[in-house]
């Protein structure tokens, strides 16, 4: 569909003046909006779509997730088909490709891929995913790719403790993410970099679902943290930090690193210093909520049980101490394509519906640098639109049902299809 498009609906949401006007009418003109309600009459080439009792949101963005894992195949409730070593990188991609498609069919415009942690010879999948989708070979989100993970060998993200292979297994080199001692990681940095990232994720702590150090532990050095910052942000990219641990999350945070990811364990002490330094966080608490720990190792299961109700009492208290949350799932920790029960989890840890929404618009696109560009409603935005219906400023549960996709002005999703 080309030249004007207008679309009519019942209401839209000012998610940045956190008000909802009604009824709505949008006009795009190419890749972005150029009028909201407007006054002037519409042009009579343009193409009028009535998508009646919905209400339009801006695109939204999910700021974790892997679309290289997960997806078709695997068991409901757990993130696998994962870790093994079965699949080739051409297999994943296109295992990629179909959890692209899915997440932008939830509505979800805008993902950062964090941190390939499969083995790929040194191929960046999620670059390649990203420039396919770009170049408009096959429909999906926007993506952030970050590469490879920068991680130390036996940390929470080496692909060998997932399933405990036996040494030599799987040989692992510093293009893959294997990164052991500051020359290592700022080596790692630039590899990543080089190859198409645009930003670096570091395995800062251990996790939940590794066979290695327990979920607090912190990973690297001070040291190791400080050069892997350093080298990304001299090559103008941020950081995102899977840290569960406190003394991780803080040691993150005095580096300079720019998002913590998870967040699980984090004192209050140290969310005052994520408010103070104005780091972000990527709390992924649905997965504590839905990962199906039953059908997990036992050993798995036992750290789950402790550091789970742990996550969930946290969130509330960074909510209300004003942390910049940005939305993420860890997908396919949630299923790819369930991203928005990730808001509903948000509201029921204490935020506002549009303070959820916020989280998954211009506080995410905040976090990216893209908010000049994305993540409202607005003349000279691109036109990243969805559907959905209800008013989800009162029920947030209505961004579960996305009717209508729109990105970059091009529809992917309608009632009419």
């Not at 003109?29 to 919905?54: K, Q």
């Not at 692909?159 to 790692?188: K, W, Y």
């Not at 590794?210 to 350093?230: L, M």
């Not at 969310?271 to 330094?277: A, E, G, N, R």
């Amino acid at each position: 569909m080309t030249g004007v498009i207008v679309l009519e609906a019942a209401r839209w949401v000012d998610v940045v003046a956190g008000q909802v006007h009604s009824p709505a009418t949008i006009v795009v003109e190419g890749t972005h909006i150029v009028a909201v309600d407007p006054h002037d009459p519409l042009p009579e080439s343009a193409t009028v779509i009535d998508l009646g009792d919905v209400t339009l949101l801006p695109g939204l963005m999910d700021m974790e997730l892997n679309l290289l894992i997960g997806g078709p195949g695997g068991p409901e409730g757990l993130p696998s088909p994962m870790h093994g070593v079965q699949d080739d990188p051409a297999y994943r991609t296109l295992r990629g490709a179909v959890n692209a498609r899915t997440t932008l069919d939830a509505g979800f415009t805008t993902v950062r891929n964090l941190g390939l942690m499969v083995k790929t010879g040194g191929y960046l999948l999620d670059v390649a995913l990203q420039r396919a989708i770009d170049q408009g070979w096959h429909p999906g989100p926007r993506i952030h790719p970050a590469g490879h993970a920068v991680t130390p060998y036996g940390g929470h993200l080496d692909p060998t403790v997932f399933q405990r292979l036996a040494p030599g297994i799987m040989p692992l080199s510093i293009a893959e993410g294997i990164a052991n001692g500051v020359p290592d990681v700022i080596a790692c940095v630039r590899y990543q970099v080089r190859h198409g990232a645009k930003l670096i994720k570091v395995s800062a702590s251990g996790g939940v679902m590794s066979h290695s150090t327990s979920p607090g532990a912190q990973q690297y050095s001070d040291a190791e943290f400080e050069a892997i910052a350093d080298e990304a942000h001299r090559a103008g990219v941020k950081v995102a930090a899977h840290a569960v641990g406190d003394t991780a999350i803080q040691a993150c945070i005095r580096a300079g690193i720019d998002c913590i990811e998870h967040g699980f364990l984090a004192t209050d002490e140290t969310i005052q210093m994520m408010v103070d330094h104005g780091t972000f966080l990527v709390s992924t608490t649905y997965l504590t909520d839905a990962m199906a720990i039953d059908r997990i190792a036992p050993e798995l299961r036992a750290k789950a049980e402790e550091v789970f109700p742990r996550a969930k009492a946290m969130l509330p208290k960074a909510i209300a101490a004003g942390v910049r949350i940005a939305c993420g799932t860890d997908a396919p920790a949630v299923p790819h394509g369930q991203n928005a029960k990730e808001l509903v989890a948000l509201v029921e840890r204490g935020m506002t519906p549009l303070q959820a929404l916020r989280s998954a618009t211009v506080v995410a696109a905040e976090l990216v640098d893209v908010d000049h560009e994305l993540g409202r409603l607005a003349p000279g935005y691109l036109a990243d639109i969805i559907a959905v219906p209800g008013d989800p400023s009162q029920d947030i549960s209505a961004t579960l049902d996305v009717q209508f996709v729109m990105k970059n002005g091009r529809i992917h999703k309608s009632p009419a299809a």
